[in-house]
């Protein structure tokens, strides 16, 4: 059964904690990603990964750190200084070719109490 | 910046035809995808179109592209309760990184009323 995998659900934990989300994939796609969705608004790109060892900033890197260390697996960790990290995250991957169509996970829902 | 508008949200009936705008500002994108997301889940991917197309039919769905105005368009026909859900349009192109990127608008709430 082939897909991406992201867990936990759902993810509460105390102001000041690091926290690591989990992503894999075993789709054999080269690229995976990281979103972010508030309430009412499209996603926005946290960090990418076009290879393995490899990885990029995207538009809100601030706050968050990631590593891609095999290829199926991309864990993001929401540090304690990303302001405000209440928000669901979805991760997606990709094949690295001529449409790069990005394919998503079901998303973790993270509250910092 | 690359920026994708949407309209918040569309009301039809059951058996209707839906059709979700789309308008976007980097006339560099290449593919332009739609996704459908239903509560508290991922994204699905819905059906894509090439920039050097006008039209795409993927049974219900026909995506229209007006390369010139920068509007995307998705219609569904013959609307179902199970089509109620969050629709985005996301064009990808290579703006200004070594990546396809996805640009994602705010989302249209498409309700459908039985």
């Known amino acids: 059964d082939g897909g991406i995998t992201q867990s936990p659900k759902y993810l509460f934990r105390k102001e000041g904690q690091n926290v690591t989300l989990s992503c894999e994939q075993n789709?054999?796609?080269?690229?995976m990603y990281w979103y972010r969705q508030d309430p009412g608004q499209g996603l926005r790109l946290i960090y990418y990964?076009?290879?393995?060892?490899?990885?990029q900033k995207g538009d809100i890197a601030e706050g968050y750190s990631v590593s891609r260390e095999k290829k199926e697996s991309f864990p993001l960790t929401v540090t304690s200084a990303q302001k405000n990290p209440t928000a669901f995250y979805l991760c997606?991957?990709?094949?690295?070719?001529?449409?790069?169509?990005?394919?998503f996970g079901p998303g973790t829902r993270l509250t910092v109490l | 910046g690359e920026d994708v508008e949407q309209s918040l949200f569309l009301s039809v009936r059951e058996g209707d035809s839906s059709v979700i705008n789309c308008t976007y500002t980097?006339?560099?994108?290449?593919?332009l995808y739609w996704y459908k997301q239903e509560p508290g889940a991922g994204l699905q991917l819905l059906t894509y179109?090439?920039?050097?197309?006008d039209m795409k039919q993927d049974q219900r769905l026909t995506v229209l592209l007006n390369k010139k105005d920068k509007h995307l368009s998705l219609r569904i026909a013959d609307t179902q309760t199970g089509d109620s859900a969050i629709y985005f349009c996301?064009?990808?192109?290579?703006?200004?990184?070594?990546?396809?990127?996805?640009?994602f608008g705010t989302g249209t709430l498409l309700a459908v009323q039985p």
């Open positions: 996301a064009p990808q192109g290579d703006y200004g990184g070594a990546t396809n990127k996805l640009i």
């Open positions: 179109i090439f920039s050097n197309m």
């Open positions: 789709l054999n796609h080269d690229a």
């Open positions: 990964s076009q290879i393995v060892n490899d990885f």
């Open positions: 980097d006339s560099s994108s290449t593919y």
């Open positions: 997606a991957s990709s094949i690295r070719g001529s449409t790069d169509t990005q394919y």
